[in-house]
């Protein structure tokens, strides 16, 4: 695994790469580690608030600790209305875990997110942001079986 | 009966969209040459007198928009493509991307030339990490034939943020800060990214460009509604026989949309309302379905065009609960700058849910209505002031829902 030190370094002289370099290091890692933001305030020299603050900001980074394969369920509308909360609990029951948490091995994180543009097709999830869509409670163990 | 035109879609399923040769062949970069035979004035003027106006939701007329950037003198200017598709219900631009990402080079580059710009950014939004490879490979196979010439293209991948499709918060994003929206004026044509003169286009429209380059304004002008012309790529989602992407011109009717390309309700059942826009867009009953859907047509009902995305829903549909859920976005999807769409978001979901549970009274009806009203005027970016559309359209067109829920 590449540190996220030599990632950072990679974007520092890119104009507003901060988030490109969280990017690399959450593709690396499949999330950020604190320390990464420490470091990337640093590179970046900006302060450790404005650091984490971007980090914080959007709902597609994550700083702390998840699981190797992250598992998001769409609830926009369209999934809503197609059947998400059933997804969910076949999610929940197969994985042996609520959404939010991560299975003990540390393979699977359940997340919740919004919507990840494949509506032809809900309702839908993402593994590591690959997207799989119409997901049946039937379909669930086959999708869970490829990781 | 509505017949698909493909303009924007014109190279979908013809080309290899990972073979620049394709899209070559097909005329491609042609539109590119010629325009740089032309003066950058000649240019602009073509996008502007085709009337082409944004296809991002906002419907500003494209070339008014270059010709700030040109008219603003600075050292460095940018063009920025908004592929932050966050619209729920929408992948149209994804369609674009994937399918034919040359025709988005090209339009940009064209609008680089016009205004003077030698460096342009395609802001992707970061669940297309696969169209982010689409971009960068069509960007390498570019560079390498030479034919952007000195414009140079960079893909930034945006991370989860729905706010960012607004375009200051989108500038803020590249900049690598937090995606919030800026005070305006300036616009960015005047002072965006860096500060520099920044035309922001979403992906259709620049994939509009090229074409109405070849073909000339007036070409371009006759097709659809006269005040919008042109086609709209729409992308159908929800109880619908056909889900799928089309593209129609823009004096269609909803009807057309839903009915005539959508193939009507799924399953046999009846139709209850349809959203267009994205989830910020009015709801429509059917006593509307024969409004045109073009910008102004749909403004007159009090609904948007915005997106293009058409969320159909049937007759077994709780649309307060589906109302509920929208709210719930907009309270997670506020970027807490504003506080009239911090709180009033916050408060909306509140009252919704408490309308959903079937613990809501008249009173709580009536205090929506008038939050909705001041977010409407009040909040300082395009998301705050559109989060209570689909509250306010539901509760002037579907008012027996909220009726039927109250305590």
């Given at each position: 695994m590449a540190d996220y030190k030599e990632i950072i370094s990679a974007y520092k002289?890119?104009?507003?790469?901060i988030i490109e370099a969280y990017h690399a290091i959450q593709k690396e890692y499949s999330y950020i580690p604190e320390d990464a933001v420490v470091a990337a305030a640093q590179a970046f020299d900006i302060s450790k608030a404005r650091a984490y603050g971007v980090a914080t900001f959007y709902s597609y980074l994550k700083v702390g600790k998840r699981g190797k394969n992250v598992i998001r369920i769409c609830e926009s509308a369209p999934c809503h209305v197609a059947g998400a909360d059933k997804v969910v609990a076949a999610l929940e029951k197969e994985l042996g875990i609520k959404m939010g948490e991560t299975t003990e091995d540390g393979k699977f994180t359940l997340e919740f997110t919004e919507c990840?543009?494949?509506?032809?097709?809900?309702p839908l999830i993402t593994i590591n942001s690959k997207p799989y869509g119409d997901v049946t409670t039937e379909k669930i163990p086959g999708i869970i079986a490829e990781y | 009966m509505a017949e698909e035109m493909r303009i924007v879609l014109r190279n979908y399923g013809k080309i290899d969209p990972l073979k620049i040769e394709d899209y070559i062949n097909a005329g491609g970069y042609k539109s590119l040459a010629k325009a740089r035979g032309l003066s950058q004035i000649q240019v602009i003027d073509e996008v502007k007198n085709s009337g082409l106006r944004g296809r991002g939701g906002a419907g500003f007329n494209a070339g008014m928009k270059w010709s700030f950037s040109y008219n603003t003198p600075a050292d460095q200017k940018y063009v920025v493509c908004n592929?932050?598709?966050?619209?729920?219900?929408?992948?149209k631009d994804r369609i674009i991307m994937e399918n034919d990402p040359h025709t988005v080079l090209e339009g940009m580059a064209i609008c680089g030339y016009a205004v003077g710009a030698t460096k342009g950014y395609i802001y992707c939004r970061g669940e297309y990490p696969y169209v982010v490879d689409v971009l960068n490979k069509a960007i390498t196979q570019a560079k390498a034939q030479g034919v952007l010439g000195d414009f140079d293209i960079e893909v930034r991948m945006g991370a989860g943020a729905y706010v960012c499709g607004e375009e200051t918060a989108l500038l803020e994003s590249i900049e690598g800060h937090r995606g919030e929206p800026r005070f305006k004026p300036p616009f960015p044509g005047v002072?965006?990214?860096?500060g520099k003169p920044t035309v922001v286009n979403n992906v259709e429209t620049f994939a509009n460009i090229p074409i109405i380059l070849e073909k000339g304004a007036d070409w371009f002008k006759g097709i659809g509604a006269p005040k919008y012309p042109g086609t709209k790529v729409f992308t159908l989602t929800g109880d619908v026989v056909n889900k799928t992407v089309f593209e129609l011109p823009t004096n269609m009717t909803i009807r057309d949309v839903v009915f005539g390309m959508g193939g009507g309700v799924a399953g046999g059942k009846k139709f209850k309302a349809v959203q267009i826009g994205g989830t910020s867009g009015g709801f429509i009953p059917e006593s509307m379905l024969d409004t045109q859907v073009d910008f102004d047509s749909m403004n007159a009902i009090g609904a948007t065009l915005g997106s293009g995305a058409v969320f159909v829903m049937d007759e077994t549909t709780d649309l307060i609960d589906v109302i509920e859920r929208i709210t719930k976005f907009f309270e997670h999807e506020s970027c807490g700058k504003c506080t009239p769409c911090r709180e009033g978001t916050k408060r909306m979901h509140e009252i919704l849910k408490k309308i959903n549970s079937g613990k809501g009274s008249g009173a709580d009806i009536a205090i929506t209505e008038r939050l909705g009203q001041v977010m409407t005027r009040a909040c300082l970016c395009g998301l705050g002031q559109a989060a209570p559309g689909p509250v306010l359209t539901t509760l002037k067109n579907f008012r027996p829902d909220y009726n039927a829920k109250l305590g």
């Amino acid at each position: 695994m590449a540190d996220y030190k030599e990632i950072i370094s990679a974007y520092k002289d890119l104009p507003g790469g901060i988030i490109e370099a969280y990017h690399a290091i959450q593709k690396e890692y499949s999330y950020i580690p604190e320390d990464a933001v420490v470091a990337a305030a640093q590179a970046f020299d900006i302060s450790k608030a404005r650091a984490y603050g971007v980090a914080t900001f959007y709902s597609y980074l994550k700083v702390g600790k998840r699981g190797k394969n992250v598992i998001r369920i769409c609830e926009s509308a369209p999934c809503h209305v197609a059947g998400a909360d059933k997804v969910v609990a076949a999610l929940e029951k197969e994985l042996g875990i609520k959404m939010g948490e991560t299975t003990e091995d540390g393979k699977f994180t359940l997340e919740f997110t919004e919507c990840v543009g494949q509506c032809q097709a809900t309702p839908l999830i993402t593994i590591n942001s690959k997207p799989y869509g119409d997901v049946t409670t039937e379909k669930i163990p086959g999708i869970i079986a490829e990781y | 009966m509505a017949e698909e035109m493909r303009i924007v879609l014109r190279n979908y399923g013809k080309i290899d969209p990972l073979k620049i040769e394709d899209y070559i062949n097909a005329g491609g970069y042609k539109s590119l040459a010629k325009a740089r035979g032309l003066s950058q004035i000649q240019v602009i003027d073509e996008v502007k007198n085709s009337g082409l106006r944004g296809r991002g939701g906002a419907g500003f007329n494209a070339g008014m928009k270059w010709s700030f950037s040109y008219n603003t003198p600075a050292d460095q200017k940018y063009v920025v493509c908004n592929a932050d598709e966050g619209e729920p219900g929408t992948y149209k631009d994804r369609i674009i991307m994937e399918n034919d990402p040359h025709t988005v080079l090209e339009g940009m580059a064209i609008c680089g030339y016009a205004v003077g710009a030698t460096k342009g950014y395609i802001y992707c939004r970061g669940e297309y990490p696969y169209v982010v490879d689409v971009l960068n490979k069509a960007i390498t196979q570019a560079k390498a034939q030479g034919v952007l010439g000195d414009f140079d293209i960079e893909v930034r991948m945006g991370a989860g943020a729905y706010v960012c499709g607004e375009e200051t918060a989108l500038l803020e994003s590249i900049e690598g800060h937090r995606g919030e929206p800026r005070f305006k004026p300036p616009f960015p044509g005047v002072a965006g990214l860096w500060g520099k003169p920044t035309v922001v286009n979403n992906v259709e429209t620049f994939a509009n460009i090229p074409i109405i380059l070849e073909k000339g304004a007036d070409w371009f002008k006759g097709i659809g509604a006269p005040k919008y012309p042109g086609t709209k790529v729409f992308t159908l989602t929800g109880d619908v026989v056909n889900k799928t992407v089309f593209e129609l011109p823009t004096n269609m009717t909803i009807r057309d949309v839903v009915f005539g390309m959508g193939g009507g309700v799924a399953g046999g059942k009846k139709f209850k309302a349809v959203q267009i826009g994205g989830t910020s867009g009015g709801f429509i009953p059917e006593s509307m379905l024969d409004t045109q859907v073009d910008f102004d047509s749909m403004n007159a009902i009090g609904a948007t065009l915005g997106s293009g995305a058409v969320f159909v829903m049937d007759e077994t549909t709780d649309l307060i609960d589906v109302i509920e859920r929208i709210t719930k976005f907009f309270e997670h999807e506020s970027c807490g700058k504003c506080t009239p769409c911090r709180e009033g978001t916050k408060r909306m979901h509140e009252i919704l849910k408490k309308i959903n549970s079937g613990k809501g009274s008249g009173a709580d009806i009536a205090i929506t209505e008038r939050l909705g009203q001041v977010m409407t005027r009040a909040c300082l970016c395009g998301l705050g002031q559109a989060a209570p559309g689909p509250v306010l359209t539901t509760l002037k067109n579907f008012r027996p829902d909220y009726n039927a829920k109250l305590g």
